[in-house]
């Protein structure tokens, strides 16, 4: 079964600090992946995605993810994290059928002065 | 062009009530998925709908049900309420044409059952 791990439910990164959150993912085929950010209250928006080719992708607001098909990882950066970053960071896998996502449970991003 | 919205934004019912809860997604957008959020369950698949035919659904039970119109707009209905349907429920769309597979999300509706 397809499933999505994020080992890390809470980080907390200085401001001005680099960043890295984990995402490891099982998928039997290639996987489509994505990163999307969730500010408290608010819906889904989409960070970057994968679906083929360059495995080093950029997205917006800064932020890029490498995808290591050897250590079936998709992890999510970014040189320098801005108070405004905080948020909850979900890693998900895809298609599972048609449109499905498979969801990781999410890493709250707590950002310090 | 719009984003997914999403109506109503919150919600409160009671136990036994059903609940319609509606998103009408990007302008041309074909495809509508909807989700469930909640503390302990994280997000899950509930189902999605093209071209008004549902083609995909998850692990729920039959009280939760959906539709889609003809211009792509999309309810979902849940009946019978029980506590545990508390959560915020999003939608997404996606189309052809927009990037194979690549949602957007509504800003969701925010559900309470007492």
């Known amino acids: 079964a397809q499933s999505v791990t994020q080992p890390d439910i809470h980080i907390t990164v200085s401001e001005g600090a680099s960043l890295e959150l984990r995402c490891n993912y099982s998928y039997g085929a290639t996987p489509y992946l994505f990163w999307y950010v969730q500010s408290p209250g608010q819906g889904l928006q989409l960070l970057l995605k994968y679906f083929s080719g360059d495995t080093l992708v950029q997205g917006i607001k800064g932020f890029e993810a490498e995808f290591k098909r050897s250590q079936s990882s998709f992890n999510l950066r970014k040189p320098s994290v801005h108070w405004s970053d905080a948020a909850e960071y979900f890693c998900?896998?895809?298609?599972?059928?048609?449109?499905?996502?498979?969801f990781g449970t999410g890493t709250r991003l707590l950002v310090s002065p | 062009k719009a984003g997914v919205t999403q109506t109503p934004r919150y919600l409160i019912k009671t136990r036994g009530q059903q609940v319609t809860l509606s998103c009408s997604p990007i302008?041309?957008?074909?495809?509508v998925s909807w989700y469930q959020q909640t503390p302990g369950q994280g997000l899950q698949f509930l189902f999605e709908y093209f071209s008004e035919t549902q083609r995909n659904k998850g692990n729920f039970p039959g009280r939760f049900s959906g539709r889609q119109f003809s211009n792509s707009r999309s309810e979902m209905n849940v009946s019978t309420l029980e506590l545990g349907d508390s959560a915020l429920y999003l939608c997404a769309s996606s189309g052809e044409g927009q990037g194979l597979e690549t949602q957007y999300f509504g800003p969701g509706t925010r559900l309470l059952v007492l």
């Open positions: 302008s041309g957008h074909r495809s």
């Open positions: 998900a896998v895809g298609p599972t059928g048609f449109q499905k996502l498979v």
